[in-house]
């Protein structure tokens, strides 16, 4: 079982809708969630961090985390053409601030 | 906040070469660097983890000699890739965390594209 888990995609959604992306992991001891954003060509950019159970909005970006289900999802709202990227879940497993990085999920915002 | 600046952005040299690549924290001090690669349509790839002052611990299967890590201050860390090869083209990747516990997110410069002729 492959330890972050992400649906490569693509995700297609039309411009205004909500994009949903998922993550699952496999540690149960995982301490700390983060969505990064990854333009094609760039680094990733840090969108959103989550460490208890619930949801955590931010803007137009709701994640929300599950330990019991050992699952994270992004929500983006009214999503627009420039959140066409690929989405990376990233999982920190302990002391050693090492992250585990899903394999990410390529977003398209249809115009 | 959080800026981290990586440089140089992109270096094409010949086989044999050894290219450094910087990775600074601007804007806050950075306890521990990790160093990333990336090929084409994969995910990243951690390649090492350093922290300040002390020797880099390396993920297995990384030749410690050929990509050498130093970590000399809380802002810069360093890596060099010694007598580079066309295999060693990808795009590299540093990130950083300030002091904290495990919720402190690593934030990222915007990477060497490396390629080795």
């Known amino acids: 079982q492959k330890e972050v888990e992400q649906n490569s995609g693509p995700l297609s959604v039309p411009e205004g809708a909500i994009a949903s992306l998922n993550c699952t992991y496999s540690d149960r001891g995982s301490q700390s969630f983060f969505w990064y954003r990854q333009y094609s060509g760039k680094s990733p950019e840090l969108i959103m961090s989550i460490y208890s159970n619930g949801d955590k909005e931010d803007g137009r970006f709701t994640a929300q985390l599950n330990k019991a289900s050992q699952y994270v999802s992004l929500l983006i709202r009214d999503s627009q053409p420039s959140d066409s990227a690929t989405y990376l879940c990233a999982v920190n497993r302990g002391s050693n601030y090492k992250l585990t990085f899903g394999k990410g999920t390529l977003l398209t915002v249809n115009p | 906040g959080a800026v981290v600046s990586q440089h140089p952005s992109w270096v094409i040299c010949k086989s044999g070469t050894s290219v450094k690549i910087e990775c600074r924290s601007l804007?806050?001090?950075?306890?521990?660097m990790f160093w990333y690669r990336q090929f084409p349509k994969q995910s990243l790839m951690l390649m090492a983890t350093?922290?300040?002052?002390?020797?880099?611990?390396?993920e297995q299967g990384v030749e410690k000699d050929k990509f050498l890590i130093n970590h000399a201050s809380l802002t810069l860390s360093t890596l060099t890739v010694t007598s580079a090869h066309p295999e060693d083209s990808s795009f590299y990747i540093c990130?950083?965390?300030?002091?904290?516990?495990?919720?402190?997110?690593?934030?990222f410069g915007d990477g060497t594209r490396l390629s080795i002729l």
């Open positions: 990130s950083a965390r300030g002091t904290g516990g495990a919720g402190q997110p690593q934030h």
């Open positions: 804007d806050f001090q950075a306890t521990t």
């Open positions: 350093s922290n300040e002052g002390s020797k880099a611990t390396y």
